[in-house]
């Protein structure tokens, strides 16, 4: 009763304990009304459909409760599902606390933290220095616990400080390689490019787009931030440095039809575009091929044109 | 001496007082200098190109310059250009002040302020009300001075603000035939729309880009205004009219590919792109046929895909 | 009893009088029969399914009838939708004419005549009156009784005639502020634009597209009908103002791409285009937020890219 | 003296008879004007500059006139052009009909008369043949006369009907092996598909698009003459058959973008658009290698998204 | 019990033998397996749901298996789809050889080796012959197997090999009209431009991609082969035929958004891209209209950008 | 006299010794012939027209030619411009060697070979160790030398081998960070995807496309040598690895309209499309960066939709 939903077989029978990420009640053809759960624990998310709903079901399997599942885990076209035979809330006495299945980043909170400190040090731009801590203060506890996006990558606990992360991690080889780079506008640019998230989303359970979120977008709520930091610290907004970090940030989508209003001008513009393109990408294949058959292909993933990626037979000789 | 540039009738030789708008040098193919100018008075614009230019010809032949030019206006492919035989700076005595030859609006400032102060009553939301005043106190001079855009439409003195107040008419139209409008998001948004555009040009002579123009763009610029508005004025940001107003002035180009960030989802938004569209279109057009001979078409419209408009040669008869 | 279909609350049990727009037969995933309803009255449309169709139900609850629906209005994905738990045929005594559940244009067909006499008035140039009157003639009681498309904008009895009223008191406003404009192309291609909607649609009521609407299409078969007139009212083809009238009604779909065979060349046909696009908008936009609640967006519309248009919950103070 | 333009080698000196197809003046940088010429024989156009042109050079030298140019075939940048050293009007006595350079279709206009003559008796269909032999003889002399295009393909006289042979001698096979095909609706879609060509240009000598050409368009042209050719004839505009014909016509474009109002929903229509565009693609392609080396790519195509297209140096063996 | 599928009337009863093509096994919302069905008979393919399937139907309802199905072919939002009310696999004694059912090319696999080995008599270009010839030797009897396409066009049973010789006919008279064309380069790069589908496809039932197809793809898969033959037989790689020839294979999907690696710059290659396209073409839609009643239209066509093509209710009179 | 082309000031008059990259003979306008240079040393790349050029003057300033130009440096609507006034070639006893003059990798060959060398060791698989180790003996020379690139970037002598190696070392932090990538995939894929440019361009010198290089391109290319690899070292091409490590260099343009014939569906495939862009774009903007003045726009850069960038004024504090 331990395994997780992707450490059983397909088709095999089980009892297992996930939480409930999301639950829409809908309408079966039937008349009757069901629900359509995505279940998940930290091997990974998994929908399934709760027949002939009552009243009280839907009262009681809302998010962010602990359920015991009896089904097996399935394929539809391609796409894992769960068959639910028999469904409970976890009792007192059993693993009930939501923490247990979240999936969340491969770093801790305060690990992600303190590699992002220890970047702070090599912003040597005075303000851009001090607008990103002014930034970062403001929303650390949300940047280091919100998913990157609702859906698409990184979309987990800690997504967002997780891809922030992996991003800088890799534009540390960037600088040792192209002498030419700034280093302070990088790394500001980075700390900075999907902060506007925070305002965006609505949180880390349930994840929503907010008023703003929808009508003003990350894009253009992270340069708002910088121009509320400006005038707090008495930066001035004409400062070149100033005007450069929110080109980087307005930019980060790198094509206007992606949603930047100004297409990068920039050296570090462009380079911040690319990594976070690769980061992003990276993830949403991984994320996929976590749960294909090797020799086979994966689901379709919407956020790379809907291709689907092959997951290879032949796997690396251990490397000792 | 006193017939304007397309007073004059092709291939007429003439003296004639023209403002140079801009000159630039640049290397004949026979490796001497020559000057590119655009030449203006209040009948139009008029390209002429100065051959073997020494240098002091260079130097004194700049942007805001009197000069009087003897030559004549010639086709070349369809466009207006006018062939210099002698050029000479106009002297003590002569009219010699920039601004008589400057295109202008068919309105004075004091009538566009007059005509957009009336408006601002009927804006009866308070944040909306406040932000827009606010703004437009401290933009007022550039607002009713600077073109509307470096070339493509209004490219006048007063021309923003001319454009703007345009709008404002077809909007009482609008607002009352689909009563379903709401009548200060509708004038708020038009006023706010480009007014950016006093931050992204640098004038209106010898306009160009600011840096900020260039890397953060108008329809930034503008949110960035509201944004610092509303801590100046203390308006909550996240009230809903002021959401609303900066989804407006983010949305006004309609589609993402043409540099908002966000597509128009609000029925006032999707209103003020059209009416701005169809303002811009009409202003391009009016200029280029003012430029045609009736029975053919004109110039290439950039503005417009790259479009040429018949000029009819029936008149409507006069209507009295 | 009385109330109609978006007057009462969702999820609210009621009985109901409503008309049958359209009747689909489809087959279930059990292999039975259902009909798939469009139902309407004053209030609006709405879609509802009824399971188990028996063949004398197929026989009998087809487009036209006025049924009885008990029932209630449920949301599906956004979409309001119609649970069916029990139908029958409105009976002798009961309100069961058509015309008491169709939505029509706000204004009266012999209001929109009268408005459409007056602006023949203003047309001044004689081929173009003689032909605009000669096609609104032969086509006068489709053209104020069709609606304006089969689903997209203005989908109601008279839209096509309202939607053109619409336009034409746009145009008035336009016309004031820019003098270049030539009054009886702007009003005859109004008037003519759409009109040739009459032959490509097959009626007010389960409109579909006849085979010359979709073989030949409303732009080019009003092009047809003035190449008629022409010759039935000896109006030379060749004359410019039928030739440049021909072209406006050519013309407003402005690309090629959705449908024009040429692109606008005449500033009346780009003006068209634009009011054509606006009053449309603005259509799609209100008809979809009468179904909206405040705070939330509604549900997307095709004509607009699929775009959800937001419902303010602010409304503007009354004034008076 | 009797070699043609491309029989000369490049940069060899010639004197030699050509006529004049289009002429324009233009101003060069020095000041002075030049005409640039664009010159024909049966061999080919070329381009070439007349520089310092006096006033009785640009009265004399006009399209239509046959000159005698003393000068050589050079290339500029892959282009060829002649270079001009000496330039006269041909005299009497010397072959100065303008009939003996200008480049015509393959075969002569009776023989194409005759083979458009015998396929008129394979459509069966009577409004069908009706209607083509009626727009066929009201304009029959344009028809085998004019080009098929101002510039692109088949820019020749008799272009526009050898363009229509060839494309009836591949429809041939093509009904042969597709036994689906309706005979009636291919020949005569075939035939009537690009006649609204001779209304759209001015004629076979210095080609230019009408107002109607430039307004209309010869594929709404096309479907005007079915229209009053059904008036005249006496045939039901609702009869099946003209319907598909006039889809054929509208629809021949293939797609929107490139000008049809309608696209293909008939098989015939579907072919007819893509022997159109084959037999263009030869043709343009064939004038382009004409002019091109062996072993080298020639001028880019504009009509063939600028491509450039390859000489082989093997030939095939003669079959013999 | 002879009559096949598309010989029955619609919603007439029947007991039929049919061919299963595919069978894949869903789950049904009730949470029951379902079997989704593709059979076929030589009157064409038909889709089928078996609902509440048992274990022992999922084990011997498969692909290749002949059965009887009794029930009855209905219509679905305009595409075909045969109810089942009973099945039971075809026994002994009764017609149950696969071969009797599937749809295959119009001429016998024999028919199709004969005509493309007249053809190769004319390909006079020794390593064009040579290539062709080794390849085409080495997957002989795939090439007149293998369907075209896994289901787009001539998705039949030698559809691959009927394909290549349609476009050889069309060629022939391609050749007669336009002696510029070469004859090796045109029927070799015919010959060979599909037959790496051969590879690509996993053969004539249950066709699906294989890894390479996927990976690889047909256009590089035949490139490659030409690239051993080169090998095998010592032909020069850097002959200019070979070049050629690969250059055309490589060409023929015209526009490298369809998946060619470079775009045609060789006659050859336009003109088979073009008649590839034109066979294709009309063997979706002449498919389509098999299944269309007249004066009606029918399915969405996925490989034509989903049109619909229209059946005429009018046919042409017997030519004799 | 020791100074480089872009280490004198702009409009300083100097005397230089430069390599003649390429050299175009042309036609001015006045009918004499000039060359149009591109001369080179070591700190870039610069044009200028060579006017009235005499024959001898064509014969003797070629390609290859290191020549001493007196003349000044000047900028001609922002791109760099070399205005000569004489030329004559570097004599005996002058610095007239080439290689002193050409551009090349900031690394030597050496260097490059050590650094893949020690590349080769990681790739643990079998076969792809056999092909990359194969091939890369086979293009040594060449792939160390040759330019990564005609035009666009990394256009200098040893381009493609430090191109190449600039994306090992990116791909070295990408495999310490994604653990789920294959190294010995990543590793090969990235050091033959750009090889057949080997094949595809001419040299290093005056490089031009081969027709190999036109007509199939270098990404086919390399996959034809890594099929005539497989025959050679007796490596079945049915290998899932070989198959994988063909897809990567035929998808590693990302997109078919950029020339893949299939789209990455593959981590590593997906990775190296990246890792390439950001490579050669970082390298495009510093090349054009390297001529911008601080605190202006640099040139447009064609390969990156031509955009222009800005280089900043402030730089970073030196960190020590």
């Known amino acids: 009763m331990t395994k997780k939903i992707y450490e059983h077989e397909i088709d095999d029978g089980f009892e297992i304990y996930v939480l409930i990420k999301s639950a829409d009640v809908r309408l079966a053809k039937n008349g009757k009304k069901f629900i359509a759960f995505t279940f998940q624990d930290r091997s990974g998310q998994i929908d399934g459909?709760?027949?002939?709903?009552?009243?009280?079901?839907?009262?009681?399997?809302?998010?962010?409760?602990?359920?015991?599942?009896?089904?097996?885990?399935?394929?539809?076209?391609?796409?894992?599902?769960?068959?639910?035979?028999?469904?409970?809330?976890?009792?007192?006495?059993?693993?009930?606390s939501?923490?247990?299945?979240?999936?969340?980043?491969?770093?801790?909170?305060?690990?992600?933290?303190?590699?992002?400190?220890?970047?702070?040090?090599?912003?040597?731009?005075?303000?851009?220095?001090?607008i990103v801590r002014h930034i970062l203060k403001?929303?650390?506890?949300?940047?280091?616990?919100?998913?990157?996006?609702?859906?698409?990558?990184?979309?987990?606990?800690?997504?967002?400080?997780y891809h922030t992360v992996s991003i800088l991690r890799l534009a540390k080889t960037v600088l040792e390689n192209y002498p030419a780079v700034n280093r302070s506008l990088l790394y500001g640019g980075i700390i900075l490019h999907d902060i506007g998230k925070t305002i965006e989303l609505s949180g880390s359970m349930s994840t929503e787009y907010t008023l703003k979120g929808n009508l003003i977008g990350h894009i253009?709520?992270?340069?708002?931030?910088?121009?509320?930091?400006?005038?707090?610290?008495?930066?001035?907004?004409?400062?070149?440095?100033?005007?450069?970090?929110?080109?980087?940030?307005?930019?980060?989508?790198?094509?206007?039809?992606?949603?930047?209003?100004?297409?990068?001008?920039?050296?570090?513009?462009e380079i911040i575009h690319h990594l976070d393109n690769l980061?992003?990408?990276?993830?949403?294949?991984?994320?996929?091929?976590?749960?294909?058959?090797?020799?086979?292909?994966?689901?379709?993933?919407?956020?790379?044109?809907?291709?689907?990626?092959y997951k290879p037979k032949f796997t690396q000789p251990t490397e000792e």
Chains 1, 2, 3, 4, 5, 6 share one sequence.
């Open 49 to 96: 459909k709760y027949w002939d709903a009552k009243e009280e079901d839907i009262k009681q399997f809302v998010p962010g409760q602990v359920v015991v599942v009896t089904g097996k885990r399935e394929l539809y076209q391609n796409n894992p599902q769960l068959r639910i035979s028999k469904l409970r809330l976890a009792r007192e006495g059993e693993p009930n």
């Open 98 to 130: 939501p923490e247990l299945y979240m999936e969340s980043a491969p770093l801790k909170s305060e690990e992600m933290v303190e590699e992002v400190s220890q970047i702070l040090f090599e912003i040597t731009s005075a303000p851009i220095n001090r």
């Open 138 to 161: 403001k929303y650390q506890v949300e940047f280091f616990e919100y998913p990157a996006a609702k859906r698409h990558h990184h979309a987990f606990v800690g997504g967002l400080g």
């Open 220 to 269: 253009v709520l992270i340069d708002e931030e910088i121009t509320k930091a400006c005038g707090l610290l008495n930066i001035d907004e004409d400062n070149e440095e100033v005007i450069l970090l929110k080109h980087i940030v307005l930019a980060h989508h790198g094509k206007m039809e992606f949603g930047s209003p100004v297409v990068p001008h920039l050296l570090e513009a």
């Open 279 to 309: 980061d992003a990408s990276i993830n949403m294949i991984d994320t996929a091929l976590l749960r294909t058959t090797p020799g086979t292909f994966g689901e379709r993933i919407f956020g790379l044109e809907n291709r689907t990626f």
